[in-house]
């Protein structure tokens, strides 16, 4: 038996939760697994209403969870920032789901905005580092001359030759953010992309970096992406700079297998890479600490310029679902689900909107449980 957190969220979160769930519910009683999911109510219409985002009590009960399900966040009638870094990231920070795992899979019968590829082609992962980075949350803005406090960590910053380009003395508005990785944080993340290119049998592994500019922290990165890679003799490696990896996803995606990346580059690179599998209904991906509790979510957000239309499409929220279920060691069931997911997507008679067709969210959900039966 699981205890399943659920989280659906705002926006088209709780419509495709509930596909999700059905989809995960059909699944356990052909396989025998027991659910019990722990539904919690965080997002933008409990904080309308409360004033609560996600407390930490809620935090410390999903600690004896095995894992959470995750629809989508953000709305409109809430500055943007509050809702993603109070609920989502602040999730993933508190059980340190260092690992952020993005399979890029074009699913034959898939609409791909590339000409001359098929799925074949399109077949590799994105691990994302999900903890530091740019994420950590350590910034300000101010007046140089309204607040001194700011302005000291500006002149230590300017100490450590960090270059500011303005007149301290000057009133201008400033701001600063800071990334940093640390040691062991990327040697988790890199050792994680390297178990999973054995585990699956791919041969390469490319690191992703702008260590040609940001020559500290992502120097540091490849040191380490280097001291980590000679361990795995059989398996490849390349680095490529940001800039030039969303030239090639698009160029020759088949090159790729397994791509691990800092925590910003990689938010960047995976929404361009749900769009060569088809779309970010599509795309699927978890959080993950392979030691603690994990959780599961669509690489989309909560699109809600078309929320409560029975239109979205449920299906990166259930290979979500999957992945869940693989990652709690139910091989065979989270593989059905696959398996029930690419004949829909083959066949193409249940077809959701951003796919060109135009079956409801629910009708998609529907037809994956009916597909599961045969599978
Ligand atoms: C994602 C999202 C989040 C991120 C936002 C909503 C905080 O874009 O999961 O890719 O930047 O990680
Ligand atoms: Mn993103």
């Given at each position: 038996m699981y205890n399943i957190a659920l989280i659906p969220g705002d926006g088209i979160g709780p419509e495709i939760i509930k596909e999700g769930k059905k989809v995960i519910e059909a699944t356990s009683s052909k396989y025998g697994l027991e659910i019990n999911w722990i539904e919690y109510p965080f997002g933008a219409e409990h904080y309308l209403k409360?004033?609560?985002?996600?407390?930490n009590s809620a935090l410390k009960e999903i600690n004896d969870m095995d894992a959470i399900y995750f629809g989508a966040i953000g709305d409109p009638r809430v500055k943007p920032g509050i809702l993603e870094k109070e609920i989502l990231l602040k999730t993933r920070f508190y059980f340190d789901q260092y690992i952020n795992l993005r399979p890029i899979r074009l699913y034959k019968g898939v609409p791909c905005?590339?000409?001359?590829?098929n799925p074949e082609d399109i077949n590799f992962y994105v691990v994302r580092e999900n903890t530091e980075d740019f994420y950590i949350g350590i910034g300000g803005r101010f007046k140089a001359r309204a607040n001194q406090d700011h302005l000291e960590v500006l002149r230590k910053l300017y100490k450590a030759?960090?270059?500011?380009?303005?007149?301290?003395?000057?009133e201008e508005e400033v701001a600063y953010q800071v990334g940093l990785i640390s040691k062991p944080g990327t040697q988790r993340v890199i050792k994680y992309a390297f178990e999973l290119a054995k585990k699956k049998n791919l041969k390469r592994v490319t690191s992703v970096d702008?260590?040609?500019?940001?020559?500290?922290i992502y120097g540091l990165w490849r040191d380490i992406f280097e001291e980590v890679s000679s361990?795995?003799?059989d398996i490849e490696t390349e680095f490529s700079f940001v800039d030039a990896i969303t030239m090639y996803f698009i160029?020759?995606?088949?090159?790729?297998r397994v791509v691990v990346t800092p925590n910003m580059f990689g938010d960047i690179i995976t929404d361009l890479a749900a769009m060569i599998q088809g779309?970010?209904?599509i795309a699927a991906g978890g959080n993950i600490n392979p030691e603690g509790v994990s959780m599961f979510e669509p690489?989309?957000?909560?699109?809600?310029?078309?929320?409560?239309?029975?239109?979205?499409?449920p299906t990166a929220t259930i290979l979500s679902g999957a992945m869940m279920l693989d990652h709690l060691g139910e091989i065979k069931a989270a593989q059905a689900i696959e398996d029930a997911v690419e004949k829909v997507l083959s066949e193409g008679k249940v077809r959701s909107h951003d796919l060109g067709g135009n079956s409801s969210t629910i009708e998609v959900g529907d037809e994956i449980v009916k597909k599961l039966k045969e599978v």
């Amino acid at each position: 038996m699981y205890n399943i957190a659920l989280i659906p969220g705002d926006g088209i979160g709780p419509e495709i939760i509930k596909e999700g769930k059905k989809v995960i519910e059909a699944t356990s009683s052909k396989y025998g697994l027991e659910i019990n999911w722990i539904e919690y109510p965080f997002g933008a219409e409990h904080y309308l209403k409360t004033g609560e985002l996600l407390p930490n009590s809620a935090l410390k009960e999903i600690n004896d969870m095995d894992a959470i399900y995750f629809g989508a966040i953000g709305d409109p009638r809430v500055k943007p920032g509050i809702l993603e870094k109070e609920i989502l990231l602040k999730t993933r920070f508190y059980f340190d789901q260092y690992i952020n795992l993005r399979p890029i899979r074009l699913y034959k019968g898939v609409p791909c905005p590339l000409k001359d590829k098929n799925p074949e082609d399109i077949n590799f992962y994105v691990v994302r580092e999900n903890t530091e980075d740019f994420y950590i949350g350590i910034g300000g803005r101010f007046k140089a001359r309204a607040n001194q406090d700011h302005l000291e960590v500006l002149r230590k910053l300017y100490k450590a030759k960090i270059q500011v380009d303005f007149n301290l003395e000057q009133e201008e508005e400033v701001a600063y953010q800071v990334g940093l990785i640390s040691k062991p944080g990327t040697q988790r993340v890199i050792k994680y992309a390297f178990e999973l290119a054995k585990k699956k049998n791919l041969k390469r592994v490319t690191s992703v970096d702008k260590a040609n500019v940001l020559t500290n922290i992502y120097g540091l990165w490849r040191d380490i992406f280097e001291e980590v890679s000679s361990q795995y003799p059989d398996i490849e490696t390349e680095f490529s700079f940001v800039d030039a990896i969303t030239m090639y996803f698009i160029q020759r995606p088949e090159w790729y297998r397994v791509v691990v990346t800092p925590n910003m580059f990689g938010d960047i690179i995976t929404d361009l890479a749900a769009m060569i599998q088809g779309g970010l209904g599509i795309a699927a991906g978890g959080n993950i600490n392979p030691e603690g509790v994990s959780m599961f979510e669509p690489i989309h957000g909560s699109a809600p310029d078309i929320a409560g239309k029975n239109i979205s499409n449920p299906t990166a929220t259930i290979l979500s679902g999957a992945m869940m279920l693989d990652h709690l060691g139910e091989i065979k069931a989270a593989q059905a689900i696959e398996d029930a997911v690419e004949k829909v997507l083959s066949e193409g008679k249940v077809r959701s909107h951003d796919l060109g067709g135009n079956s409801s969210t629910i009708e998609v959900g529907d037809e994956i449980v009916k597909k599961l039966k045969e599978v």
